[in-house]
């Protein structure tokens, strides 16, 4: 550009400074022009940058911070470890509505007239809206299975869509008390798990943007490891049934299979990065604080716990922080390796 700035000029540069500083070195003049082109000179010092064109470039520096094909170094290391970070989370989150909901219809198929009166009283009864909220809560959940398959064959709006879907229900104990009788939410365990959805799924919506690689497993099938996980929790939950309460399953799969990358890696040696270590810690630190939010809420029983339940919670939580704090550190010497 030749002579005196403009005041839309400025405008654009300021919301240019979004995009981080390699590339503005590369486009910025070039984006600056595509942005005048269209607006006479004379209305330049009247005229302001869009919503449109502020969301655009507020995507554009997201993308460009997640990893592109011309990324730094650094950008690079954040988009994969996001992208594996959503992996691996929307994978347990996958696998926990598939083992729980098919424990439930096992359990109402076994257990004769009473177990189905039960399973469709969560449905029937109590008006529309709740009924509407309750199938929703039963359907959509299955959301995050259709989301990783989508993922792992580079069906990203697919993926996008269904794990958005999938995180819906988590939404609703907080608006419940607004349309119900219901009572407010449990705030830590809601709040925990609201987050344990939301974040892999804006994560997935974010890193798995349209110039990053395609998303593949380090290991196996995807069928096969989402059977294998499915399998693992709803094993954890027959065997220790006594224990067993909402995020018991999930927390043991995921310690399990950060166990098996720790040892996997181990055998292998150094890897490449320590990207899928660093996204193991983030979903660990997430899990963990879902499982001590769920423990929380078993304070306000009026009943002593049973020792076994107590003892169990303890045991995940420990192995939760243990896990979490080796993989950070994996993480950042693998990091500071290369």
């Known amino acids: 550009?030749?002579?005196?700035?403009?005041?839309?000029?400025?405008?654009?540069?300021?919301?240019?400074?979004?995009?981080?500083?390699?590339y503005r070195e590369q486009r910025e003049e070039e984006m600056v022009e595509v942005f005048l082109g269209d607006t006479d000179r004379d209305l330049q010092d009247q005229s302001r940058p869009t919503l449109g064109e502020a969301a655009s470039v507020a995507a554009l520096a997201l993308r460009a911070r997640l990893g592109t094909a011309a990324a730094p170094r650094r950008y690079a290391l954040l988009g994969s470890a996001a992208r594996l970070f959503a992996l691996a989370a929307v994978l347990l989150q996958a696998a926990a509505?598939?083992?729980?909901?098919?424990?439930?219809?096992?359990?109402?198929?076994?257990h004769g007239t009473f177990a189905r009166d039960v399973f469709m009283s969560g449905f029937t009864g109590r008006g529309p809206v709740v009924a509407t909220a309750e199938v929703a809560a039963w359907v959509l959940p299955l959301g995050w299975t259709v989301g990783y398959f989508a993922l792992l064959r580079d069906r990203?709006?697919?993926?996008?869509?269904?794990?958005?879907?999938?995180?819906?229900?988590t939404l609703w104990p907080f608006l419940a008390p607004f349309v119900t009788d219901f009572p407010p939410p449990e705030p830590a365990y809601a709040t925990a798990a609201a987050a344990f959805a939301w974040l892999p799924a804006l994560a997935l919506c974010t890193a798995c943007h349209r110039d990053a690689p395609p998303a593949e497993l380090p290991v196996g099938t995807p069928g096969t490891v989402h059977l294998g996980c499915c399998v693992v929790m709803g094993a954890s939950v027959v065997v220790l049934p006594a224990v067993a309460d909402s995020v018991w399953a999930p927390t043991t799969c995921f310690v399990l299979g950060a166990l098996g990358w720790l040892v996997r890696r181990g055998r292998r040696g150094r890897t490449a990065g320590g990207e899928g270590a660093l996204a193991l810690a983030v979903l660990g630190l997430l899990v963990l604080t879902l499982r001590v939010a769920a423990a929380y809420t078993w304070l306000d029983v009026s009943m002593p716990l049973p020792t076994a339940m107590v003892a169990g919670f303890a045991v995940q939580a420990a192995a939760l922080l243990f896990l979490t704090a080796v993989l950070a550190v994996v993480g950042g010497r693998d990091l500071a390796a290369r």
């Open 156 to 169: 990203r709006r697919t993926a996008r869509i269904s794990v958005l879907l999938a995180a819906l229900p």
């Open 97 to 110: 509505a598939v083992a729980d909901r098919a424990l439930e219809l096992t359990w109402t198929s076994t």
């Open 1 to 22: 550009m030749t002579g005196t700035t403009t005041l839309l000029e400025a405008r654009y540069r300021a919301v240019l400074r979004l995009l981080p500083a390699y």
